[in-house]
């Protein structure tokens, strides 16, 4: 988790951990949104970047859902999960890592494409809700 840390404060990214008996967990933001970082104390070769977001209540799940599944297969890295329950989407890129040496070098790529990624889910729901109802 360390190299996590450091890549961080390279980055200028202030940022917080919290651990307990199953994970290693650092919060972090970057231009204004909030990320995290998980490694799981029992598989610690994999790290996992993300950041989760709020699904506005006029958004049909179902176009949320497909959007999803779209952008999963078309993205490059990140995944996206819609929890319906909760109405969150949860965006993340998941990593093999040896020691985690390689982290610094990629850490604004990986943030980079978690934006991207973020501002295309929402601006693609965003239609269903924003544009005026046709009579």
Known sequence: M??????????GLVHEREDDDQTFRVTFKSEGDRYFVVVYRNDP?????????AI????????AIALANVLNARKK?????????????LFT???PMDDGSEIGETLSRILD??????????AGIRTDYDEPASE
Not at 2 to 11: G, I, K, Q, T
Not at 77 to 89: C, G, M, N
């Open 45 to 53: 070769q994999f790290a996992m970047v993300g950041t989760g977001w």
């Open 93 to 95: 890129v998941e990593l």
């Open 56 to 63: 506005a209540d006029g958004v049909d799940l179902a176009n």
């Open 2 to 11: 360390e190299v996590f840390e450091v890549a961080l404060d390279e980055e």
């Open 77 to 89: 890295f990140v995944k996206v999960a819609v929890w319906e329950e909760q109405r969150d989407v």
């Open 113 to 122: 494409a978690l934006r991207d990624c973020v501002g295309e889910f929402f």
